[in-house]
Each structure stands twice: as structure tokens, then as C-alpha cells.
């Protein structure tokens, strides 16, 4: 059985963030030599399914972390509805005064909220964010006061240094474990499959089970685990704040271990052995790690399962419970007669000094320098053991028990104190202006548009697919844009000004201010996940007209968003892919096909800018005979894998409100 302090010196220029999934493993990250670890509690954060901490141990647990000199981050990264933010803000409120050092946010209604009530509160935008570029992260940081921002983990190292060196905040990146198919905040995947939302944490991981695609049955959507321990060396001079290391669902060997590895690696400034990287690997992994996105290697390497064979090497790992040895804390007493008694507390190089009751003369029998020592050093119930204890005092002095001892206490106390106090305040639902109805659509290429499409305000095309002369008046700017990318795009955006091009639908928060400055008009496409009115405000002060809303909300949840977007027909993409799922199957020629899951539905695959990938949903959504059901709302149409004259044919069915035909979705 090992034991293990952690020096309150052990201070590098680049933090180790640690998962801790419930209190084994915070134990395991700090024996491992985390700087600072990330945690939930019960609500509001991506990883339901992790034991996670309640409002009752997490003072325990911010506690025990802060007394061996590690920071506590709490995840609150998820989507919001309007009835969860006044429970969000009391939650935040109350977290902040039990000490916890940082929120990680997903939803930018919710960092809005949070800054607007509580400016006091340090945010940091979670990956769920999408921010992926150094336009994004520094909008977050004038528009939200963003201190932080967790970085995409699909960057290479050229476009993580780009952000990280530039950037108006700290930067964070993923480093090692599990990482998603789907750009992160991008998936629906889980939702349309089985009604567990990943942006509401319940990803139930559809990405890890077969598909077919060209007649080939395969794990087409699986990534093996990411592990850039064999780049540590270089990382360091990325300019990176923050090395992250997923795994809230894993168990505390794994986190002590990975934590352990990458605390040696970079405390020694080096890149990991093989020898380590197979020992990381025994720990967890599938079929091995890959660097592809780092390293700008995309390929079918990337792919990888959990095998039996690695479910038994990790059991094989297990050791024997964690014992995590309390620091020390040097006491020294002052009892002087007539005096008020003094006791300070010193670790590491923190100090402070609590003050108690008059010292008196003893009527009878003194107490001894003994019978206060023994008192004095009852620190079990706290996060430290006695150093060196020191007691001063006159003689024939008396001094109850219950002083010493609520000495003792106000002592460690006061070393935990927050001195920063906040009151919870109600949250107060913005008054939103209603915008103008409007029907607007997206079509895949200008071979799709149909001659009735007069029936749209707004068309829509891919930016990369728009040419002068199209009928399209409207463009539509990628999921994702790297710093590295946005030269090409830049032109294509001058092009399509030029082109009497009045609408941008923009996708990410990192295209706000370009596409302002080229005199576009925004909506804001369903990809920012807007769930309630806060980010509705938010979207709408800088400068956006129109927004898709989330397809996630129910009818009598969008009914308060009056006028703006619904989808109101299509095949929703389900999954943004920055790996090409289509290059190691169907060939990069055609750049289309379908990928059948296992109860037979198919999938629409197909290509867009920088060689990623759409996954549709197999199931359209349908209301051409409901739409008095959303005659409230803006309608928005997703046209994907449909000829010219299919599409022709729903934009006529839905003038005359004909019923649906095969299986559909319903906005309900």
C-alpha cells in the first residue's frame, strides 16, 4: 500500500487538469500530481452517467483538494432550458462560495447569465463551445469575459499554437483519453437514435457501434483514444495554459495513473517512452492512441474498439485502494494570562492566526503544556496531519477543553475560508424582440434548386458552392473553420459580397465578427444549440437577425421563442465529422453515399469544406399539413440528399398542405 504528499511547491508552468468522476478518483488525481481537477455536481454538466458529487460532498471534496494545493473546476456544460437558470444561478452561487476556483460553460446563455449576475465568477468556455479558431476565443473573451477557452480537439499543432500564442485568454487542450466522432457540441447523433441528448449529457454513443457503408460492416465512427504523450516535449511551447485529461466515467487507477505518466513527462520536459505509452495504454485504450488531428494525419489509423483483449489488460492494472497521506500543518499556541489565546496554522507557505478566549488564572488544578498539545492535535476529522506543534504559555493558567478545541476548529476554518460572499439572485427572463417570420432554406449544391424556390425568403448554399449568377441570396459558412483556413474563406466571402450576396448563415461563434464586417445579414444556424431565452439575447446584441433554433426543443418549449426558426422540414445532420468517413469507403470522388446502422436505417453521407463530413439523420422532418401547429415561427428547410425535382416537390407540398408520405418527424 503506497502513500503519497503532494508538495504545495510542485508548481508548473503548464497545469495537469485532471477528471475526477467522484471522490476515488479526485483521490487518484492528486496522488497522481494534478494540478487542478474537474468535477460535477449531480446537474447541469455532460457526464450524467458519472457518479459525480452532491452539493453536500463537494465542499469535502474542494476542501481536500485545496488543502493539497490543487485547483477545483466545476462543469456546468450543457445546454439549458429557461426553467433550469434560476436553479443554475443559486447552484453557481452557492458552489462559488464553497470555494470552487473556475466553471466550465458550454451554453453562451448560460456564461451571459452567469457573468451579467455574477461578474465576480471565473467562466471558462467548455469544447462544447465549438471554439475552434482565435476569432471564436477572443469573441468570448470581449462579449463574456471569458477567462479560458477549452479548445476543439480535432486542431493540429499548427492551429493550436496559432489561437494559444494570440489569444486575449488562457488556452486549454485536450491531451489524452476518450475523443468524439462529431465535432464536440456538433452531435445529435444520440438524440435522434435513442432521445438521450448529448448536449444534455446523455450521450448514449452510437459512435461506438457498427455501421455499413458500401457493403462494408465496420466501426466507421469510432476513434481510438487520443494520446499526445509522445508529443509532450513541443506542447510545452505551444503556448498552452492547460493540459487536459478526459476521463470522468473512468475509475481512479486510471486517473492516477494517466495523471501520474503525464505529471513525470512534463515535469521532465520530454516526450513519453513506449514503455510509458504502453503502460497508459494498458490503463485504457482502444486498439492504441492516435495523434491524427494533432499531427493533421486523418486516416482509417484513427479508428479503434475496446476489445476484450483490452478489457482484461485494464482489470489486470488494479491496485490496491489509494491511501492519500494529509499534508502537514505546523500549529503553534499562545496562552498568556490576561491575554486572548492565539493559535496559528501554517502549510506550505499559507500562514493565518485565529484569536479565542481570555486566558485565565487557575482556581485549582492548572492545565499542562500536555493536555493542550493532546487537544490541540485532533485533526482527524480534517484534510491535514501535525507537523510540528509548538505551545507558549504562562503558568497557573486555566483553559477549558472546549476552547481549545473551538480554537482548533476556528483555525482550520478560517485556512478554508472564502472570503468572497455572493448572494443568489433571481434570474429575470430577458424581454426578446420578435423578429420578422421569414422561410428560409439550405440547399447541398445550385443543381438542387428547384424553379419554385420563390417560396423562400432566403436560399442558401455552402459558401465553397456558391458562384455569381447563382439564385441563391444567402450563404452558408462551414461548421468548422481553422485559423489556417480562413485566407480561402476570406475570398469566397468577398466573392459572394460581390455577388449581391445579402444573407450569411453562419455555424460557430468564431464567424460572427467576419461575417458582420463584410456587410452580411446573420442567422444563426441550429449548430449554437440555443435552448433558451439568454442565449437568444445574447445572440440577438451582437448583431444576429434571425436564429435557428435548437431541433431539440419540444413545440411548447419553442412556443416562447415567437419568430424565430424552427425546422421545419429535412434530414437534420446528425454528426459533423472532421475525419472523412466517406475517403476510406466510397472514395473521395464521389463524396456521397450512405451508412446503414443496425436496424437497417440509412444515413446520408456526404462531403463539405476542408474534407469533412455531414451525417444526416435517416428520418425527415415533416409539417406541410401542421404548419398552423408552427405559425408562430420562422420555418427553416434542410435539403440534403434530394434530386432538383424532389425538392420541387416539397416546397409544393408544403403550399398545399399535403399529408407526408413513409416515415417523418414531427415538431411536437
Known amino acids: 500500500m503506497r502513500s503519497f504528499e503532494k508538495s504545495l511547491d510542485m508548481n508548473t508552468k503548464i497545469e495537469i487538469l485532471a477528471p475526477a468522476g467522484d471522490y476515488d478518483a479526485l483521490v487518484g488525481a492528486i496522488y497522481g500530481g494534478a494540478d487542478a481537477v474537474y468535477l460535477g455536481v449531480s446537474e447541469f454538466n455532460a457526464r450524467i452517467r458519472a457518479k459525480n458529487f452532491t452539493m453536500e460532498t463537494v465542499k469535502e471534496a474542494v476542501r481536500l483538494a485545496h488543502a493539497h494545493g490543487v485547483k477545483v473546476y466545476i462543469t456546468l456544460n450543457t445546454a439549458l432550458y429557461d426553467r433550469e437558470l434560476s436553479k443554475m444561478l443559486e447552484y453557481t452561487c452557492e458552489l462559488h462560495n464553497l470555494g470552487v476556483d473556475a466553471f466550465i460553460v458550454a451554453d453562451f446563455g448560460v456564461m451571459s447569465l452567469i457573468k451579467a449576475t455574477y461578474p465576480e465568477i471565473e467562466v471558462h468556455a467548455s469544447t462544447q463551445s465549438t471554439i475552434h479558431n482565435l476569432d471564436g476565443a477572443n469573441f468570448v473573451v470581449d462579449t463574456l469575459g471569458v477567462k479560458r477557452v477549452v479548445l476543439a480537439r480535432e486542431l493540429s499543432k499548427k492551429n493550436i499554437e496559432y489561437v494559444s500564442k494570440n489569444a486575449k485568454c488562457e488556452t486549454e487542450i485536450f491531451v489524452h483519453g476518450a475523443h468524439c466522432m462529431s465535432v464536440s457540441g456538433q452531435c445529435l447523433m444520440s438524440y435522434f437514435q435513442g432521445g438521450r441528448s448529448g448536449n444534455r449529457g446523455e450521450c448514449a454513443q452510437p459512435c461506438r457501434l457498427p455501421y455499413t457503408i458500401n457493403g462494408k460492416s465496420s466501426y466507421h465512427l469510432s476513434l481510438k483514444d487520443m494520446s499526445l504523450a509522445s508529443n509532450a516535449k513541443e506542447i510545452l511551447d505551444l503556448g498552452v495554459a492547460s493540459l487536459k485529461i478526459e476521463g470522468r466515467m473512468k475509475s481512479e487507477d486510471y486517473v492516477k495513473g494517466t495523471v501520474e505518466a503525464w505529471r513525470k513527462i512534463i515535469d521532465e520536459k520530454r516526450n513519453a517512452k513506449k514503455e510509458e505509452i504502453k503502460t497508459l495504454g494498458d490503463l485504457f485504450s482502444r486498439q492504441g492512441f492516435t495523434d491524427g488531428y494533432y499531427k493533421s494525419k486523418i486516416d482509417a489509423t484513427m479508428l479503434g474498439i475496446r476489445t476484450q483483449e483490452n478489457k482484461d489488460t485494464t482489470k489486470l492494472q488494479a491496485e490496491e485502494k489509494i491511501v492519500l497521506q494529509k499534508p502537514s500543518v505546523d500549529i503553534c499556541a499562545e496562552f498568556y494570562l490576561g491575554k486572548e489565546s492565539k493559535l496559528t496554522l501554517k502549510v506550505g507557505e499559507k500562514e493565518i492566526t485565529v484569536l479565542g478566549d481570555i486566558v485565565e488564572e487557575a482556581q485549582n ?235 437497417g436505417a440509412k444515413l446520408f453521407v456526404h462531403g463539405i469544406y476542408g474534407h469533412r463530413n455531414l451525417i444526416y439523420n435517416s428520418v425527415p422532418v415533416y409539417m406541410a399539413d401542421k404548419l398552423g401547429d408552427i405559425s408562430d415561427f420562422s420555418n427553416h428547410f434542410i435539403f440534403s440528399s434530394e434530386t432538383r425535382d424532389e425538392c420541387g416537390k416539397v416546397i409544393n407540398a408544403y403550399k398545399n398542405k399535403k399529408a407526408p408520405n413513409g416515415t417523418f418527424r414531427r415538431i411536437k
Open 365 to 599: 488544578a492548572p492545565i499542562s503544556r500536555e493536555d493542550i498539545i493532546k487537544n490541540l492535535s485532533k485533526l482527524g476529522q480534517t484534510p491535514f496531519s501535525l507537523g510540528k506543534i509548538e505551545v507558549l504559555k504562562s503558568d497557573n493558567i486555566m483553559v477549558r477543553v472546549s476552547s481549545i478545541n473551538a480554537l482548533r476548529r476556528q483555525a482550520v476554518e478560517k485556512y478554508f475560508e472564502v472570503v468572497r460572499k455572493l448572494e443568489v439572485k433571481e434570474y429575470k427572463r430577458p424581454e426578446l424582440k420578435e423578429p420578422k417570420k421569414i422561410k428560409t432554406a439550405v440547399f447541398r449544391c445550385e443543381e438542387q434548386i428547384p424553379q419554385n424556390v420563390d417560396y423562400f425568403d432566403v436560399v442558401f448554399l455552402p459558401i465553397d458552392k456558391y458562384k455569381n449568377g447563382s439564385r441563391a441570396n444567402g450563404i452558408q459558412l462551414p461548421p468548422v473553420i481553422f485559423d489556417s483556413e480562413w485566407q480561402e474563406i476570406e475570398k469566397m466571402m468577398d466573392n459572394a459580397k460581390s455577388g449581391g450576396i445579402e444573407w450569411a448563415l453562419i455555424s460557430n461563434i468564431g464567424q460572427i465578427e467576419r461575417a458582420k464586417k463584410h456587410g452580411f445579414k446573420l442567422i444563426a444556424d441550429y449548430r449554437f444549440n440555443v435552448f433558451n431565452a439568454s442565449c437568444v439575447d445574447f445572440l440577438t446584441k451582437n448583431g444576429i437577425e434571425n436564429i435557428i433554433l435548437a431541433p431539440e426543443l419540444s413545440l411548447a418549449q419553442a412556443r416562447s421563442f415567437k419568430g424565430y426558426s424552427l425546422i421545419s422540414y429535412g434530414n437534420i445532420p446528425a454528426m459533423t465529422t472532421h475525419k472523412c468517413v466517406l475517403k476510406d469507403t466510397v472514395g473521395c470522388e464521389k463524396c456521397e453515399g450512405y451508412m446503414t446502422d443496425r436496424q
